[in-house]
């Protein structure tokens, strides 16, 4: 299967511990509630921050 995008069902949140992410980025955090996922391979990519002034242009 191929990635796809997707609102991240509360199973999931749970299971990968997205709260617990959420936490570690109280600055520029998104808290976003939706990923792009890779089942078959248990992978996914999420935004999870973004840069402020001189970093407005850097994600992780």
Same mark, same amino acid.
């Given at each position: 299967m191929a990635f796809i995008n997707e609102f991240i069902p509360e199973a999931d949140i749970k299971k990968y511990g997205i709260e617990e992410i959420n936490?570690?980025?109280? +600055?520029?955090?998104?808290?976003?509630?939706?990923?792009?996922?890779?089942?078959?391979?248990?992978?996914?990519?999420?935004? +999870?921050?973004?840069?402020?002034?001189?970093?407005?242009s850097e994600s992780t």
């Open positions: 936490k570690k980025y109280i +600055v520029g955090g998104t808290k976003s509630g939706q990923w792009t996922i890779d089942r078959d391979r248990d992978i996914y990519l999420r935004c +999870v921050a973004r840069g402020r002034e001189e970093y407005r």
